[in-house]
């Protein structure tokens, strides 16, 4: 019985010669990691400060700070181009993400009663609107547009053109596939036995939907929601290929503004757009970490956690 | 008799009205995927075969010459090489820089581990148009570039328009991309395990390269998946940041399109990235079915 710990005692003492050297890297190692995250986190958010910090200077050139004014708020929000501008953005945003969250959620509750080979079918078509660059949706939508318009036109007499229609029928492909995969991520989480219980007293299936399904998958129809506006809210690449005269939205606005030289004007729009954006992040936030409560877990992580897990 | 064939014909009513639903759930968003996306994709295959026509856009014809022009001239696939070895050098920034912090979140943060994520999740939630070009303010001459170039005493020097200005650019905007799987992957690593490994007397090294890194496999390959597939595909950050000098794919794509308008070119190229994207995938897939990576944190 004494041998064994005879033994033991060996390399007991001998780990215990090394641990102080093990320890003295032991400090060093948790530093480089505390100052890195550091690091990494103030190179997240300097160039989100930076634009913010010179809506409010004095100073016309864009790069150089001279002092502090609210005048650039005032320039932007009279401006004709701004207005019109912000106006396109919400007739975009707005339908694109009640369209996409309705049939998202319609085609996430529709798959769960299809045979297989067709919501593999589905499936794959879902992943490729995600995996396909943004920029070859853009250019093969505008073709499609252009080619089709053009033979519909010269059959018809028609005059359809590009347009605030054709901007939130590209951004809903993309959108439509996020509320989806969301929806179906909670659906696949349901607890089954509640739908269930509920046929089983004899409710009805629209009321066993309204009152059991419905509200187990709303956290999810919400971050949906909230994605596709903001996604729609804020895109570029799409939203300048397939706009047409007079649908030019906020970030074709700044990026107009970007290319002639940023100007403190270009940053107290982009400011207004980054508190609208994050308000929404901040609602979302409130909506599921307040719904995880009530529910007793689950989704604790509110909408970042959806988001970082949907990722993964 | 009678009450049997009238459950059968309840029955089969209740058996067509479920499929009308299941039709009218699905149809939307299916006709969505046949005219938005299936539609646009067979026509630019269809026009990559097809000739230029005299003033632009696309004439009926069946020929390979594009693929053949596009393979064969070394400018032309210039692009798709400089957007190739950017994006490869961008997944392995976000990784550097991706990797410490993630390891840190999920193993040190302990109770501020979700406000971490969420202080990820806000730069990503934000405009990517915004976040890109406030580095011109950032890196122009008058800030951080005529800094470096007083110290190195170069007044000429810049970083602007340079292709190390798009790779900051790459690695800024799709880093929580490389961090999120790899959190989630080391956040449910047993830690016993390197607990294990240190009693048994291995170097901090080895317990990393021995125990850490192949935990966090999974969660690095579907991290490098995320980042590189829209990298390969960037359009805004060299426009912006490598004032169209540094010309990847999507600038090329844009340039045939748009500029020239040689829409048959345009897709042969289009439909090169695509393949291109299809074979990552799938050699993603792959690996995930060889069982190498956790189902849990596959992208598919």
């Given at each position: 019985m004494t041998a064994p710990a005879v033994r033991v005692a060996g390399p007991a003492t001998a780990r215990r010669g090394t641990k102080a050297g093990v320890d003295h890297w032991n400090g060093v190692v948790e530093l480089w990691l505390r100052a890195h995250s550091a690091l990494v986190y103030a190179f997240l958010y300097l160039p989100i400060v930076v634009v913010v910090l010179f809506?409010?200077?004095?100073?016309?050139?864009?790069t150089i700070w001279t002092g502090f004014t609210l005048n650039w708020y005032s320039v932007a929000l009279n401006d004709e181009v701004v207005q019109a501008a912000l106006a396109n953005s919400f007739s975009v945003a707005l339908p694109n993400a009640i369209l996409a969250t309705l049939f998202g959620t319609m085609a996430a509750l529709g798959l769960q009663r299809v045979p297989k080979t067709l919501r593999l079918g589905f499936d794959a078509l879902t992943y490729v609107s995600i995996i396909v660059p943004e920029i070859v949706i853009a250019l093969a939508t505008l073709v499609l547009f252009a080619t089709s318009f053009g033979i519909i036109n010269d059959a018809t007499g028609l005059k359809l053109q590009l347009g605030i229609p054709t901007i939130v029928a590209a951004h809903m492909l993309f959108n439509i596939s996020i509320v989806l995969l969301l929806v179906r991520a909670r659906l696949s989480g349901m607890d089954r036995t509640l739908v269930e219980a509920s046929y089983d007293l004899y409710a009805s299936p629209w009321r066993t939907f309204r009152q059991i399904t419905f509200p187990q998958l709303l956290p999810a129809i919400v971050a949906g929601f909230l994605l596709a506006f903001t996604f729609s809210f804020d895109d570029y690449v799409i939203t300048s290929f397939v706009s047409g005269p007079g649908s030019s939205t906020l970030p074709i606005f700044i990026f107009g503004q970007v290319k002639r030289g940023v100007t403190p004007e270009t940053n107290a729009v982009a400011t207004m757009m980054l508190v609208l954006t994050l308000a929404m992040l901040a609602i979302g936030q409130l909506v599921l970490t307040r719904n995880a409560r009530r529910s007793g877990?689950?989704?604790?992580?509110?909408m970042a956690g959806m988001i970082a897990d949907q990722s993964a | 008799m009678a009450i049997a064939s009238e459950h059968a014909a309840q029955g089969a009513e209740r058996r067509g009205r479920s499929a009308l639903l299941t039709t009218v759930l699905i149809a939307p968003a299916g006709l969505w995927y046949l005219v938005l996306l299936v539609a646009p994709l067979v026509i630019v295959t269809v026009f990559s075969f097809g000739n230029r026509a005299r003033n632009g856009g696309y004439e009926a014809a069946f020929t390979l010459d594009n693929y053949v022009r596009l393979l064969t001239q070394p400018q032309r696939m210039e692009p798709f090489f400089t957007s190739l070895w950017m994006a490869v050098a961008g997944t392995i920034g976000c990784l550097l820089v991706g990797l410490p912090l993630a390891y840190f979140i999920a193993?040190?943060?302990?109770?501020?581990k979700g406000l971490l994520i969420l202080m990820l999740v806000i730069p990503f939630w934000t405009s990517f148009l915004i976040r890109t070009y406030s580095w011109l303010i950032l890196l122009g001459k008058d800030n951080l570039g005529g800094f470096i170039g007083g110290v190195i005493g170069d007044?000429?020097?810049?970083?602007?328009?340079t292709p190390f200005a798009v790779l900051i650019g790459l690695v800024y905007g799709y880093l929580p991309l490389m961090v999120f799987p790899l959190y989630v992957t080391l956040e449910r690593m047993d830690r016993t395990l390197v607990e294990a490994s240190k009693d048994l007397g291995a170097a901090r090294w080895a317990t990393f390269r021995q125990v850490t890194l192949p935990i966090a496999l999974p969660g690095l390959i579907t991290g490098s998946i995320l980042v590189f597939i829209p990298m390969m595909g960037e359009y805004v950050i060299p426009a912006i940041l490598g004032y169209g000098r540094t010309f990847l794919m999507g600038n090329a794509l844009v340039d045939a399109f748009i500029?020239?308008?040689n829409w048959p070119f345009g897709s042969a190229m289009a439909v090169l990235l695509i393949v291109i994207m299809l074979i990552t995938i799938s050699v993603y897939v792959w690996f995930v079915n060889r069982g190498r990576l956790g189902r849990d944190v596959s992208v598919l």
């Open positions: 809506s409010f200077n004095a100073n016309r050139l864009a877990g689950g989704q604790a992580g509110g | 193993t040190r943060a302990r109770r501020r007044p000429e020097f810049r970083i602007l328009g500029q020239t308008r």
